[in-house]
């Protein structure tokens, strides 16, 4: 979008460092996405289930740091699922 028209957006500018040893599990969160359950206007959890299969394939074995994936893993999913029902909100037009 700079190359074109010279501005870059706001979120990119102050788009935070992602440290390293976040980067699995931020590509685990993007990676999960299409998991959720949808329906009804609405819009579930990544499920357990899921995380579970990924760590698998991911080699992640170690019941501590499995731990950790799925806290982390939540806590994002927490975060989005809040902003995506304000999102969802009727405007009350």
Same mark, same amino acid.
């Given at each position: 979008? $700079?190359? /074109?028209?010279?501005?870059?957006? $706001?979120?990119?500018?102050?788009?935070? +460092?992602?440290? =390293?040893?976040?980067?699995? &599990? #931020?590509? $685990?969160?993007? =990676?999960? !996405? =299409? /998991? !959720?359950?949808?329906?009804? @206007?609405?819009?579930? $959890?990544?499920? #357990?289930?899921?995380? =579970?299969?990924?760590?698998?394939? *991911?080699?992640?074995? +170690? *019941? +501590? /740091?499995?731990?950790?994936?799925?806290?982390?893993?939540?806590?994002?999913?927490? &975060? #989005?699922?809040? #902003?995506?029902? /304000?999102?969802?909100?009727?405007? @009350?037009?």
């Amino acid at each position: 979008m $700079a190359a /074109e028209d010279g501005i870059v957006p $706001a979120a990119l500018v102050q788009q935070p +460092d992602l440290p =390293d040893r976040l980067a699995f &599990v #931020w590509g $685990a969160f993007h =990676d999960l !996405r =299409d /998991e !959720r359950a949808l329906g009804f @206007g609405s819009v579930g $959890a990544i499920p #357990w289930s899921a995380m =579970d299969r990924y760590a698998q394939r *991911s080699g992640l074995s +170690d *019941s +501590d /740091e499995f731990a950790r994936f799925t806290a982390l893993l939540r806590a994002m999913d927490a &975060v #989005w699922l809040a #902003w995506m029902r /304000e999102k969802m909100k009727p405007t @009350g037009t």
